[in-house]
């Protein structure tokens, strides 16, 4: 049970404000702004998703810039708030197929309207894209995503200057194309969010892949698809059938943990032949959540020397080498690296003829930044910092320095190595044939080495 909804912008801009029981003050978009704008208790720099002020619990998440905010004086599960919060985000976007700060203005009597029916009186009454069909009636007005900044999730299928729509397809799933007609096309991504940790000689002392098959319809008539998967996918450590996740022993290139399915999906031939038949309801929707832990090559391999260069001052050396194939690209690439806390100056240099590479020197957290703008595959790339003290070192200067930590996006590439071998798709007649778009994505969860 919540009190409150409201979405604000990156300014603290009030976008939408709902209030559903009346217990919490007016204000509380503005106090939780505030809180959260200049947070920094506990020594951390970002408020966490779940506080309390003044008896007010506040719940929070970003999506796209934008801040997603419940309120509530009772003791609800921090868990269910959240996972609502972001059912409400997809729920919005699946309708105005554009979620920004823009398209909320422009749309703000069909939200409306999509709030009071997704909560009444501060109670869940669906968050299901296609059940809201039913009840609600006002048409999106349609936002131009060319114009728009590329933020989050919307902007991880770029390879060049090629743009490529992502997992927030840019398309309303109520609202036809111009002209009446409608594109017949389906969007399936697998999302891979992997976490390594390297030891300080580069050997890998951890590893994990957070994956989900996410699917986006705009198929009429809600024709039957059939999407196979690796037909040497074995899940849990037997191997053997999917309702069995906890056997001891397993063959395969691939070998998932475990998985979950959307309750759409059947498995009657799963364990036969790794298929998935389901009935795509309306909106964007996980067909498919897995886990594997099984050994996989990382993306990158990250080497650091840090070592003193006289008196008061130091050399750190990083180098960082992609293990994947030349014609793959990765973007958006940041390696940090915290440096002893008596650090005063950096000054950096870069590689002979860098282009679209960046470096910091985060004075407040005593941090180095370095941004590489994309790395082809099979290349490397180095960055050589010198370090200024303003005290002497009483202990070895790696201990107090590190580890280095990096985030990525990697289009059209999957580290799990698990593939959609083909996408069927139930034919209405002998000229039915939709477009079908099947793509790739590989991003950092937690990429940390050691020095």
Not at 83 to 96: H, P, S
Not at 232 to 241: K, M, P
Not at 329 to 354: D, H, W
Request: net charge neutral.
């Amino acid at each position: 049970m919540i009190s409150q909804f409201f979405v604000l912008s990156q300014r603290g801009d009030n976008i939408v404000f709902r209030d559903y029981r009346g217990e919490v003050a007016k204000g509380s978009a503005e106090i939780f702004f505030r809180k959260v704008k200049f947070w920094k208790e506990d020594g951390q720099e970002e408020a966490p998703p779940v506080f309390n002020v003044d008896g007010v619990n506040y719940f929070h998440v970003k999506v796209v810039g934008l801040l997603f905010v419940a309120t509530t004086r009772v003791n609800v599960s921090p868990s269910l708030v959240l996972e609502l919060l972001q059912r409400i985000a997809r729920v919005i976007k699946d309708y105005l197929g554009v979620l920004s700060e823009d398209s909320l203005r422009k749309n703000f009597v069909l939200v409306y309207e999509l709030l009071d029916e997704v909560i009444d009186f501060g109670y869940v009454q669906t968050t299901s894209t296609e059940v809201l069909k039913s009840y609600v009636f006002n048409e999106p007005i349609v936002v131009d995503a060319a114009r728009l900044q590329p933020l989050g999730p919307a902007a991880i299928f770029m390879q060049g200057s090629k743009r490529m729509p992502g997992t927030a397809v840019t398309k309303s799933v109520v609202a036809n194309e111009p002209g009446g007609r409608k594109r017949e096309e389906i969007f399936v991504d697998i999302i891979e969010k992997i976490s390594v940790t390297f030891s300080s000689s580069g050997y890998i002392l951890t590893s994990e892949i957070d994956g989900t098959i996410q699917m986006k319809s705009y198929l009429t008539g809600n024709p039957e698809i059939r999407l196979a998967l690796n037909e040497d996918l074995s899940i849990g450590r037997g191997g053997g059938s999917v309702y069995d996740y906890r056997s001891s022993s397993g063959a395969g290139p691939v070998i998932l943990d475990d998985c979950n399915f959307h309750e759409s999906v059947r498995l009657d031939s799963f364990d036969m032949d790794r298929t998935l038949a389901l009935v795509p309801p309306d909106g964007e929707f996980p067909v498919m959540n897995y886990r594997m832990t099984q050994e996989f090559k990382p993306p990158f391999h990250i080497n650091c020397l840090i070592e003193e260069a006289g008196h008061l001052k130091a050399e750190v050396i990083l180098k960082v080498r992609a293990e994947f194939p030349s014609n793959i690209t990765a973007n958006t690439v940041v390696v940090q690296m915290p440096l002893p806390k008596y650090t005063t100056r950096a000054s950096f240099e870069l590689e002979p003829g860098a282009v679209g590479q960046r470096t910091d020197f985060k004075e407040a957290n005593k941090k180095l930044e370095w941004g590489l703008k994309k790395i082809v595959g099979g290349s490397e790339h180095t960055l050589r910092a010198k370090l200024t003290f303003s005290q002497e070192s009483h202990a070895n200067i790696t201990k107090e320095a590190g580890p280095v930590s990096m985030t990525f996006t990697i289009p059209m590439y999957n580290a799990s190595r698990l593939q959609v071998k083909y996408l069927q798709i139930a034919k209405k007649s002998s000229s039915y044939n939709p477009y079908r778009w099947v793509r790739y994505v590989t991003q950092a969860n937690s990429y940390v080495a050691r020095i």
